[in-house]
Protein backbone atom coordinates (compact mmCIF):
# COMPACT_ATOMS: atom_id res chain seq x y z
CA UNK A 1 0.00 0.00 0.00
CA UNK A 2 2.70 2.26 0.55
CA UNK A 3 4.38 1.90 -2.91
CA UNK A 4 0.91 2.51 -4.23
CA UNK A 5 0.67 6.03 -1.93
CA UNK A 6 3.86 7.00 -2.78
CA UNK A 7 3.01 6.35 -6.76
CA UNK A 8 0.36 8.80 -6.70
CA UNK A 9 3.01 11.96 -6.82
CA UNK A 10 3.74 10.74 -9.96
CA UNK A 11 4.60 13.53 -12.69
CA UNK A 12 4.61 13.71 -16.54
CA UNK A 13 7.67 11.13 -18.05
CA UNK A 14 8.05 9.58 -14.83
CA UNK A 15 7.91 5.33 -16.19
CA UNK A 16 9.40 4.16 -12.98
CA UNK A 17 6.43 5.56 -10.52
CA UNK A 18 4.29 4.78 -13.14
CA UNK A 19 5.09 1.18 -13.45
CA UNK A 20 5.19 1.16 -9.38
CA UNK A 21 1.37 2.31 -9.80
CA UNK A 22 0.55 -0.20 -12.35
CA UNK A 23 2.32 -3.08 -10.44
CA UNK A 24 0.91 -1.99 -6.93
CA UNK A 25 -2.81 -1.50 -7.87
CA UNK A 26 -2.54 -5.07 -10.12
CA UNK A 27 -1.71 -6.64 -6.77
CA UNK A 28 -3.81 -4.84 -3.95
CA UNK A 29 -7.05 -5.59 -6.19
CA UNK A 30 -5.54 -9.41 -6.53
CA UNK A 31 -5.09 -9.17 -2.77
CA UNK A 32 -8.84 -8.18 -2.24
CA UNK A 33 -10.10 -10.95 -4.80
CA UNK A 34 -8.26 -13.61 -3.37
CA UNK A 35 -9.51 -12.93 0.03
CA UNK A 36 -13.34 -12.67 -0.13
CA UNK A 37 -15.33 -14.00 2.45
CA UNK A 38 -16.04 -16.74 0.25
CA UNK A 39 -12.60 -18.13 -0.18
CA UNK A 40 -11.86 -18.35 3.16
CA UNK A 41 -14.56 -20.13 4.82
CA UNK A 42 -12.43 -22.64 5.88
CA UNK A 43 -11.36 -19.91 8.05
CA UNK A 44 -12.23 -20.74 11.79
CA UNK A 45 -10.83 -18.40 14.10
CA UNK A 46 -13.56 -15.26 14.61
CA UNK A 47 -10.53 -12.90 15.41
CA UNK A 48 -8.79 -14.09 12.30
CA UNK A 49 -12.14 -13.27 10.15
CA UNK A 50 -12.53 -9.79 11.73
CA UNK A 51 -8.58 -8.87 11.28
CA UNK A 52 -9.54 -10.01 7.42
CA UNK A 53 -12.12 -8.21 7.19
CA UNK A 54 -10.43 -4.69 8.13
CA UNK A 55 -7.15 -5.50 6.76
CA UNK A 56 -9.65 -5.85 3.32
CA UNK A 57 -11.45 -2.93 4.07
CA UNK A 58 -7.94 -0.81 4.57
CA UNK A 59 -6.75 -1.81 1.15
CA UNK A 60 -9.63 -1.15 -0.75
CA UNK A 61 -10.46 2.55 0.53
CA UNK A 62 -6.52 3.03 -0.19
CA UNK A 63 -7.29 2.33 -3.96
CA UNK A 64 -10.54 4.24 -3.76
CA UNK A 65 -9.04 7.37 -2.05
CA UNK A 66 -4.96 7.67 -1.75
CA UNK A 67 -3.96 10.29 0.81
CA UNK A 68 -2.79 12.47 -2.40
CA UNK A 69 -5.98 12.58 -3.82
CA UNK A 70 -7.71 13.03 -0.31
CA UNK A 71 -8.49 15.40 1.98
CA UNK A 72 -8.33 13.15 5.59
CA UNK A 73 -10.13 15.67 7.61
CA UNK A 74 -13.04 14.99 5.89
CA UNK A 75 -12.76 11.05 6.63
CA UNK A 76 -12.01 10.85 10.06
CA UNK A 77 -15.72 10.53 10.84
CA UNK A 78 -15.60 7.23 8.84
CA UNK A 79 -12.66 6.49 10.42
CA UNK A 80 -13.58 6.65 13.97
CA UNK A 81 -16.83 4.85 12.88
CA UNK A 82 -14.97 1.97 11.02
CA UNK A 83 -11.59 1.28 10.83
CA UNK A 84 -10.67 2.61 14.43
CA UNK A 85 -13.61 1.08 15.97
CA UNK A 86 -12.33 -2.33 15.46
CA UNK A 87 -8.69 -1.71 16.03
CA UNK A 88 -6.89 -2.24 19.20
CA UNK A 89 -5.52 1.49 19.84
CA UNK A 90 -5.39 4.89 22.38
CA UNK A 91 -8.76 5.32 23.23
CA UNK A 92 -7.89 8.60 24.69
CA UNK A 93 -6.09 9.63 21.33
CA UNK A 94 -9.53 8.29 19.60
CA UNK A 95 -11.65 10.62 22.23
CA UNK A 96 -9.07 13.27 21.12
CA UNK A 97 -10.18 13.12 17.57
CA UNK A 98 -13.60 13.27 18.42
CA UNK A 99 -13.66 15.97 20.27
CA UNK A 100 -11.49 17.37 17.52
CA UNK A 101 -14.08 16.79 14.79
CA UNK A 102 -16.70 18.23 17.12
CA UNK A 103 -15.36 21.29 17.72
CA UNK A 104 -14.74 22.36 14.33
CA UNK A 105 -18.22 21.30 13.39
CA UNK A 106 -18.98 23.65 16.10
CA UNK A 107 -16.85 26.25 14.66
CA UNK A 108 -18.26 25.43 11.05
CA UNK A 109 -21.57 25.54 12.35
CA UNK A 110 -21.15 29.48 13.47
CA UNK A 111 -19.66 30.50 10.05
CA UNK A 112 -22.32 29.15 8.10
CA UNK A 113 -24.81 31.13 10.31
CA UNK A 114 -22.89 33.91 9.31
CA UNK A 115 -23.10 32.99 5.69
CA UNK A 116 -27.22 31.87 5.67
CA UNK A 117 -27.56 35.45 7.38
CA UNK A 118 -25.84 37.25 4.72
CA UNK A 119 -27.64 35.25 2.38
CA UNK A 120 -30.70 36.57 3.43
CA UNK A 121 -29.81 40.18 4.11
CA UNK A 122 -28.80 40.67 0.27
CA UNK A 123 -32.05 38.39 -0.38
CA UNK A 124 -31.29 36.80 -4.10
CA UNK A 125 -32.97 33.37 -2.54
CA UNK A 126 -36.22 34.95 -3.06
CA UNK A 127 -35.71 35.50 -6.73
CA UNK A 128 -33.91 32.23 -8.02
CA UNK A 129 -35.76 29.75 -5.39
CA UNK A 130 -31.95 28.03 -3.97
CA UNK A 131 -32.19 28.23 -0.26
CA UNK A 132 -29.91 25.97 0.56
CA UNK A 133 -27.29 27.53 -2.06
CA UNK A 134 -24.79 28.65 0.48
CA UNK A 135 -24.60 25.50 2.48
CA UNK A 136 -23.14 23.83 -0.73
CA UNK A 137 -20.99 26.88 -1.88
CA UNK A 138 -19.68 26.62 1.85
CA UNK A 139 -18.40 22.78 1.60
CA UNK A 140 -15.38 24.46 -0.47
CA UNK A 141 -13.98 26.52 1.66
CA UNK A 142 -14.65 24.80 4.76
CA UNK A 143 -13.01 21.62 3.32
CA UNK A 144 -10.11 23.15 1.76
CA UNK A 145 -8.99 25.52 4.11
CA UNK A 146 -9.12 23.86 7.92
CA UNK A 147 -7.88 26.05 11.09
CA UNK A 148 -9.43 28.84 13.31
CA UNK A 149 -6.65 31.29 11.45
CA UNK A 150 -9.01 30.79 7.90
CA UNK A 151 -12.24 31.43 9.65
CA UNK A 152 -12.79 34.73 7.75
CA UNK A 153 -11.23 33.46 4.38
CA UNK A 154 -14.09 30.64 4.30
CA UNK A 155 -16.59 33.34 4.74
CA UNK A 156 -15.59 35.11 1.94
CA UNK A 157 -14.85 32.42 -0.52
CA UNK A 158 -18.64 31.01 0.38
CA UNK A 159 -19.75 34.43 -0.61
CA UNK A 160 -17.83 34.49 -3.64
CA UNK A 161 -18.47 31.00 -4.42
CA UNK A 162 -22.20 31.32 -3.67
CA UNK A 163 -22.23 33.97 -6.68
CA UNK A 164 -20.71 31.55 -9.15
CA UNK A 165 -23.83 28.86 -8.29
CA UNK A 166 -26.08 31.82 -8.60
CA UNK A 167 -24.93 33.19 -11.70
CA UNK A 168 -24.61 29.61 -12.86
CA UNK A 169 -28.30 28.99 -12.55
CA UNK A 170 -29.01 32.76 -14.29
CA UNK A 171 -27.61 31.17 -17.65
CA UNK A 172 -28.62 27.43 -17.02
CA UNK A 173 -32.27 27.14 -15.08
CA UNK A 174 -34.00 30.61 -15.07
CA UNK A 175 -35.29 30.73 -18.67
CA UNK A 176 -33.44 33.68 -19.22
CA UNK A 177 -33.70 34.48 -22.93
CA UNK A 178 -30.00 34.65 -24.91
CA UNK A 179 -30.87 38.78 -25.34
CA UNK A 180 -30.83 38.72 -21.84
CA UNK A 181 -27.95 36.37 -20.66
CA UNK A 182 -26.14 39.06 -23.62
CA UNK A 183 -26.64 42.08 -21.76
CA UNK A 184 -25.81 40.68 -18.54
CA UNK A 185 -22.43 39.50 -19.71
CA UNK A 186 -22.03 42.72 -21.30
CA UNK A 187 -22.95 44.55 -17.97
CA UNK A 188 -20.21 42.15 -16.06
CA UNK A 189 -17.86 42.64 -18.54
CA UNK A 190 -17.94 46.25 -18.26
CA UNK A 191 -18.93 46.49 -14.61
CA UNK A 192 -21.37 48.83 -15.44
CA UNK A 193 -24.07 50.26 -12.70
CA UNK A 194 -25.88 52.21 -15.72
CA UNK A 195 -26.34 49.75 -18.13
CA UNK A 196 -27.33 47.42 -15.31
CA UNK A 197 -30.23 49.52 -15.20
CA UNK A 198 -31.74 47.74 -18.74
CA UNK A 199 -31.32 44.32 -17.33
CA UNK A 200 -34.43 42.35 -15.99
CA UNK A 201 -35.53 42.45 -11.85
CA UNK A 202 -33.86 39.76 -10.76
CA UNK A 203 -30.63 39.96 -12.99
CA UNK A 204 -30.22 43.62 -11.87
CA UNK A 205 -30.61 42.93 -7.91
CA UNK A 206 -27.89 39.82 -8.78
CA UNK A 207 -25.45 42.28 -10.10
CA UNK A 208 -25.36 44.96 -8.13
CA UNK A 209 -24.92 42.34 -5.15
CA UNK A 210 -21.92 41.36 -7.13
CA UNK A 211 -21.02 44.83 -8.01
CA UNK A 212 -20.79 45.93 -4.13
CA UNK A 213 -19.66 43.01 -2.41
CA UNK A 214 -16.07 43.10 -5.24
CA UNK A 215 -15.98 46.29 -5.00
CA UNK A 216 -15.84 46.20 -0.94
CA UNK A 217 -13.19 42.72 -1.44
CA UNK A 218 -10.95 44.91 -3.42
CA UNK A 219 -11.04 47.93 -0.57
CA UNK A 220 -10.41 45.59 1.78
CA UNK A 221 -6.94 44.00 0.19
CA UNK A 222 -6.53 47.79 -0.96
CA UNK A 223 -6.15 48.14 2.87
CA UNK A 224 -4.44 45.26 4.05
CA UNK A 225 -2.00 44.65 1.56
CA UNK A 226 -1.34 47.73 -0.34
CA UNK A 227 -2.57 46.63 -3.24
CA UNK A 228 -5.19 47.35 -6.02
CA UNK A 229 -7.01 44.02 -7.30
CA UNK A 230 -9.78 45.32 -8.57
CA UNK A 231 -9.18 45.16 -12.33
CA UNK A 232 -8.13 41.51 -11.86
CA UNK A 233 -11.51 40.65 -9.91
CA UNK A 234 -13.52 42.13 -12.59
CA UNK A 235 -11.45 40.49 -15.25
CA UNK A 236 -12.23 37.14 -13.26
CA UNK A 237 -16.16 37.89 -12.77
CA UNK A 238 -16.11 39.00 -17.11
CA UNK A 239 -14.24 35.13 -17.75
CA UNK A 240 -17.04 33.44 -16.16
CA UNK A 241 -19.80 34.87 -17.52
CA UNK A 242 -18.35 34.70 -21.38
CA UNK A 243 -17.99 31.00 -20.72
CA UNK A 244 -21.21 30.73 -19.29
CA UNK A 245 -23.17 32.58 -22.64
CA UNK A 246 -20.71 30.28 -24.96
CA UNK A 247 -22.20 27.55 -23.04
CA UNK A 248 -25.74 28.58 -23.36
CA UNK A 249 -25.48 29.31 -26.95
CA UNK A 250 -24.65 25.65 -27.28
CA UNK A 251 -27.47 24.64 -25.50
CA UNK A 252 -30.06 26.66 -26.38
CA UNK A 253 -28.88 25.96 -30.00
CA UNK A 254 -28.75 22.43 -29.67
CA UNK A 255 -25.14 22.32 -30.52
CA UNK A 256 -22.41 19.85 -29.57
CA UNK A 257 -18.92 21.62 -29.95
CA UNK A 258 -15.50 19.64 -30.28
CA UNK A 259 -14.35 18.15 -27.57
CA UNK A 260 -11.12 20.14 -27.37
CA UNK A 261 -13.43 23.69 -27.38
CA UNK A 262 -15.38 22.07 -24.93
CA UNK A 263 -12.93 21.18 -22.21
CA UNK A 264 -11.57 24.78 -22.93
CA UNK A 265 -14.58 26.90 -22.46
CA UNK A 266 -15.39 24.28 -19.71
CA UNK A 267 -12.30 24.81 -17.55
CA UNK A 268 -13.21 28.58 -17.27
CA UNK A 269 -16.89 27.93 -16.46
CA UNK A 270 -15.76 25.66 -13.33
CA UNK A 271 -15.45 28.92 -11.60
CA UNK A 272 -12.14 27.55 -10.16
CA UNK A 273 -9.76 30.06 -11.46
CA UNK A 274 -12.33 33.08 -10.04
CA UNK A 275 -12.48 30.98 -6.67
CA UNK A 276 -8.68 30.92 -6.14
CA UNK A 277 -8.30 34.34 -7.76
CA UNK A 278 -10.42 35.94 -4.56
CA UNK A 279 -8.15 33.56 -2.31
CA UNK A 280 -4.83 35.33 -3.55
CA UNK A 281 -5.27 38.80 -3.01
CA UNK A 282 -7.40 37.73 0.00
CA UNK A 283 -4.21 35.96 1.62
CA UNK A 284 -1.83 38.30 0.61
CA UNK A 285 1.18 36.09 0.18
CA UNK A 286 3.19 36.42 -2.13
CA UNK A 287 1.55 39.42 -4.28
CA UNK A 288 4.50 39.77 -6.54
CA UNK A 289 4.25 40.79 -10.41
CA UNK A 290 4.92 37.48 -11.74
CA UNK A 291 2.75 35.96 -9.75
CA UNK A 292 -0.20 38.16 -10.07
CA UNK A 293 0.01 37.44 -13.77
CA UNK A 294 0.15 33.55 -13.16
CA UNK A 295 -3.14 33.84 -11.15
CA UNK A 296 -4.77 36.58 -13.55
CA UNK A 297 -3.83 35.16 -16.60
CA UNK A 298 -5.89 33.50 -19.18
CA UNK A 299 -4.34 29.57 -18.58
CA UNK A 300 -2.52 29.31 -15.35
CA UNK A 301 -0.96 25.51 -15.40
CA UNK A 302 -1.15 24.82 -11.65
CA UNK A 303 -4.96 26.06 -11.29
CA UNK A 304 -6.40 25.07 -14.74
CA UNK A 305 -4.98 21.19 -13.77
CA UNK A 306 -7.72 21.40 -10.29
CA UNK A 307 -10.53 23.48 -13.26
CA UNK A 308 -9.71 20.29 -15.77
CA UNK A 309 -9.68 17.66 -13.19
CA UNK A 310 -13.31 19.64 -11.82
CA UNK A 311 -14.56 20.01 -15.28
CA UNK A 312 -13.80 16.67 -16.29
CA UNK A 313 -15.34 14.59 -12.91
CA UNK A 314 -18.46 16.47 -12.99
CA UNK A 315 -18.98 15.42 -16.78
CA UNK A 316 -18.41 11.81 -15.50
CA UNK A 317 -21.37 12.13 -12.92
CA UNK A 318 -24.07 13.10 -15.16
CA UNK A 319 -24.32 13.78 -19.18
CA UNK A 320 -27.64 15.18 -19.11
CA UNK A 321 -28.83 18.45 -16.97
CA UNK A 322 -31.79 17.75 -14.95
CA UNK A 323 -33.48 21.04 -15.28
CA UNK A 324 -33.47 21.94 -18.96
CA UNK A 325 -32.87 18.58 -21.05
CA UNK A 326 -29.68 18.21 -23.41
CA UNK A 327 -26.79 19.61 -22.33
CA UNK A 328 -23.15 18.91 -23.80
CA UNK A 329 -21.13 17.17 -21.87
CA UNK A 330 -17.58 15.66 -22.84
CA UNK A 331 -18.46 12.34 -22.97
CA UNK A 332 -21.16 13.85 -25.32
CA UNK A 333 -18.72 15.50 -27.31
CA UNK A 334 -16.07 12.83 -27.76
CA UNK A 335 -18.60 10.34 -28.59
CA UNK A 336 -19.69 12.39 -31.21
CA UNK A 337 -15.86 12.65 -32.20
CA UNK A 338 -15.78 8.90 -32.35
CA UNK A 339 -18.53 7.20 -33.73
CA UNK A 340 -19.67 3.80 -32.56
CA UNK A 341 -17.28 4.52 -28.88
CA UNK A 342 -19.40 3.26 -26.28
CA UNK A 343 -20.37 4.88 -23.13
CA UNK A 344 -18.03 3.33 -21.28
CA UNK A 345 -15.44 3.47 -23.51
CA UNK A 346 -15.62 7.26 -23.83
CA UNK A 347 -15.85 6.93 -20.18
CA UNK A 348 -12.49 5.41 -19.47
CA UNK A 349 -10.96 8.06 -21.75
CA UNK A 350 -12.23 10.85 -19.27
CA UNK A 351 -10.59 8.60 -16.69
CA UNK A 352 -7.39 8.33 -18.27
CA UNK A 353 -7.50 11.85 -18.74
CA UNK A 354 -8.46 12.68 -14.96
CA UNK A 355 -5.03 10.30 -14.18
CA UNK A 356 -2.95 11.96 -17.02
CA UNK A 357 -4.13 15.73 -15.64
CA UNK A 358 -3.48 14.80 -11.82
CA UNK A 359 0.28 14.08 -13.08
CA UNK A 360 -0.05 17.65 -14.18
CA UNK A 361 -1.01 18.66 -11.55
CA UNK A 362 1.86 17.27 -9.32
CA UNK A 363 3.84 18.83 -11.71
CA UNK A 364 2.97 22.14 -11.04
CA UNK A 365 2.82 22.08 -7.55
CA UNK A 366 6.04 20.57 -6.51
CA UNK A 367 7.69 23.14 -9.20
CA UNK A 368 5.04 26.30 -8.05
CA UNK A 369 6.32 29.69 -7.01
CA UNK A 370 3.04 30.59 -5.23
CA UNK A 371 3.04 30.59 -1.23
CA UNK A 372 2.83 27.58 0.36
CA UNK A 373 -0.63 28.31 1.74
CA UNK A 374 -1.85 28.98 -1.83
CA UNK A 375 -0.37 26.32 -3.60
CA UNK A 376 -2.11 23.49 -0.88
CA UNK A 377 -5.14 25.29 -1.20
CA UNK A 378 -5.35 24.34 -5.07
CA UNK A 379 -4.29 21.32 -4.37
CA UNK A 380 -6.70 20.73 -1.93
CA UNK A 381 -9.80 21.77 -4.10
CA UNK A 382 -8.43 18.91 -6.51
CA UNK A 383 -8.70 16.66 -3.37
CA UNK A 384 -12.36 17.76 -2.67
CA UNK A 385 -13.27 16.74 -6.09
CA UNK A 386 -14.03 12.85 -5.53
CA UNK A 387 -15.63 13.94 -2.84
CA UNK A 388 -18.26 16.04 -4.19
CA UNK A 389 -18.80 13.53 -7.43
CA UNK A 390 -17.93 10.78 -6.12
CA UNK A 391 -16.25 8.71 -8.64
CA UNK A 392 -14.46 6.26 -8.04
CA UNK A 393 -12.58 5.08 -11.23
CA UNK A 394 -14.88 2.13 -11.75
CA UNK A 395 -17.92 1.56 -14.16
CA UNK A 396 -21.37 0.95 -13.57
CA UNK A 397 -22.30 -1.10 -17.07
CA UNK A 398 -26.23 -1.00 -16.42
CA UNK A 399 -26.66 2.75 -16.07
CA UNK A 400 -24.09 3.56 -18.29
CA UNK A 401 -21.87 6.07 -15.79
CA UNK A 402 -19.02 6.04 -13.60
CA UNK A 403 -19.84 4.72 -10.16
CA UNK A 404 -19.53 6.73 -6.66
CA UNK A 405 -17.83 5.29 -3.57
CA UNK A 406 -19.76 8.14 -1.13
CA UNK A 407 -23.56 8.63 -0.45
CA UNK A 408 -25.17 11.43 -1.96
CA UNK A 409 -24.22 14.53 -1.37
CA UNK A 410 -26.54 16.23 0.92
CA UNK A 411 -26.27 13.20 3.10
CA UNK A 412 -22.67 14.23 3.36
CA UNK A 413 -22.85 17.28 3.85
CA UNK A 414 -25.27 16.59 7.03
CA UNK A 415 -22.82 14.47 8.36
CA UNK A 416 -20.08 17.09 8.01
CA UNK A 417 -21.81 19.86 9.42
CA UNK A 418 -25.11 18.72 11.75
CA UNK A 419 -24.24 15.02 13.03
CA UNK A 420 -21.45 15.17 15.77
CA UNK A 421 -19.94 12.38 16.96
CA UNK A 422 -20.36 11.09 20.90
CA UNK A 423 -17.42 10.96 23.04
Known amino acids: MELYEASQWITPGESTLREARDFSSHWLRSWIATRSPSRNLSVGNGFLLEELATTTETVANTLKHPCRRSIPRLAIKDYLSSFAARTPSNETLKDLAKLDFNMNQATRQQELL ?63 SLDELTLFTHVVTRWDIKMAEELPDYMRKCFMALYHMINQIGYDVHKKHGYNSIHSLQRGWAKLVEAFLVEAKWMRNGTCPTSENYLKNGIASSGVQLVLLHFFFLLGQGITKQNVSLVDG ?9 AKILRLSDDLSSTYDEHVGYDASYVDCYMKENPGLSVREASEHVM ?6 WEQLNHESLATKFPVVFARAVVDSARMVPFVYGNDGSFDDDNEKATSSFPSLQDRIKSLLFESIPI
Open 114 to 176: QISKWWNEIGLAVNHGRDHLQVEAYLWPMSTLAGPGFSEYRIDLAKITSFVYLIDDIFDIHGS
Open 352 to 357: DMIEET
Open 298 to 306: DDPPLISSV
